[in-house]
């Protein structure tokens, strides 16, 4: 069997399924190729959190604003695609309170003391396995379970194969394949690309209890509500690549969930996920060097805080467009 989608993108986590939205709304036909199942994506809180991530990661103002304005991409790209944006923001629960807030004021969000912690409104949500679900749905995408094994070019056109040699044919591939290894076929300088991508570990663990108000942090991890709970975690295990859940971390991840919330709890079956990082802990998304080849891969845990951004300068990428302003800082030849 064999069919010719304008764009063909492997990966259905974050990336490639926002990748694909983007320019299914621009009239692309898209076909998302993807083995099904969980994966980073799916297993991960939803949290769309620049403050608390420049916080946590001590990280300099010019990142830290280049994930806030990831962050304010995300009302459009909600709205255009149905997907419920949750503006509750964030509380930390630290050491030294006035000193993070003094940290996040001079990075440019908002913070104030509350209580024992401080409260920032400028980190967002998103339940992650209903949004995956609504962008695979969007008109103009076609998502089909398949498993590429490898990639090949003849022609000008791309061709992926599955396992069972199902094969799909393109002008345009995007690769957002997590933290998998280079697929056979790729030119050399995107594998070489691909295979730099160190792959982290992420853990958390549900609980069913009185529901947060809003998403809860502190030195030993987070609680990020949910429907009947929330969401305990998360790990970050650099170089593991097991998806067999730690019941040990599940326990101390349970617990610390408990102390933030301040109520009794019912730990439910951890999750797991494999994410893909950087060298500078930046995507890699955009034009890879092959013709017709471009990338959106390895957010480290932003995944979900710059999808949105990423779909954008992939999209802009493949039509030729003057890029977005922070095209260069995620474009993959940055490593080249």
Known sequence: MSSSPRVIVIGAGVLGLSSAAELAARGHAVTVLDPGGPNASSAAAGMIAP???SLIDGLSAEHAALLKRGR??????AGRHGLALHLDG????GSDPDAAVATLHRLGFAAGRAGEGLFTPDDWRIEAQGALAALSSRPGVTRVEATVTRLSRADGLWTATAADERHWTAPTVVLATGAASALPGLPDVAALLVNSIEPIRGQLTPIV???PDRVLRGPGGYATPTTDGALCGATMQSGDRSTDPDMEIAAKQVANGVALIGAAAQPGPPRVGIRGASPDGLPMAGPSGAPGLHLAL???RNG???GPMVGRVVAD???GRAPLADAA???PLRFA
């Open 298 to 300: 390895a957010p480290r």
């Open 304 to 306: 979900w805080l710059l």
């Open 329 to 331: 800082a995620l474009s």
């Open 51 to 53: 403050a608390m991530e």
């Open 317 to 319: 990428g493949i039509e």
């Open 209 to 211: 209890c009185a529901t």
């Open 90 to 93: 964030a509380e930390w629960r």
């Open 72 to 77: 304010d991409l995300w009302p459009a790209f």
